[in-house]
């Protein structure tokens, strides 16, 4: 059975940082993302890594303070996230597709969806 579990939310002041993870298992994915939706909005896209970790981009709104990664030999991808701010509030979902589709910034792109984590951001 496929699962993606996510964990590492939580509320923080701004400026502050949380370590959001995202452990995969029922088989190997290829490229994983995270998404994220805040109340009243569409499903938005945050960044996406591909299998080999060699390629990943970010959303400009989130460049130079949110870093993907993924640690293969643990399914695991995660987003650090730094300086956050109050316009980063919303829930936080974890993403992966099996193809090696290209359309990664789309939720569309994806397989797989976790279930989420809230992540609070306060002034």
């Known amino acids: 059975q496929v699962q993606l579990v996510e964990s590492g939310g939580g509320l923080v002041q701004a400026g502050g940082s949380l370590r959001l993870s995202c452990a995969a298992s029922?088989?190997?994915?290829?490229?994983m993302g995270w998404f994220r939706q805040a109340p009243g909005k569409e499903r938005e896209f945050v960044a996406f890594?591909?299998?080999?970790?060699?390629?990943?981009r970010h959303t400009d709104s989130v460049k130079g303070r949110f870093t993907i990664s993924r640690d293969n030999a643990k399914n695991t991808v995660y987003l650090q996230m730094n300086s956050l701010k109050p316009e980063d509030t919303a829930v936080y979902y974890c993403?992966?597709?099996?193809?090696?589709?290209?359309?990664?910034?789309?939720?569309?792109?994806?397989?797989?969806w976790g279930q989420g984590t809230q992540v609070t951001v306060s002034s």
């Open positions: 993403a992966a597709e099996t193809l090696g589709r290209i359309d990664v910034r789309s939720p569309h792109g994806y397989d797989y």
């Open positions: 029922g088989r190997t994915f290829k490229t």
């Open positions: 890594i591909t299998w080999s970790g060699r390629i990943s």
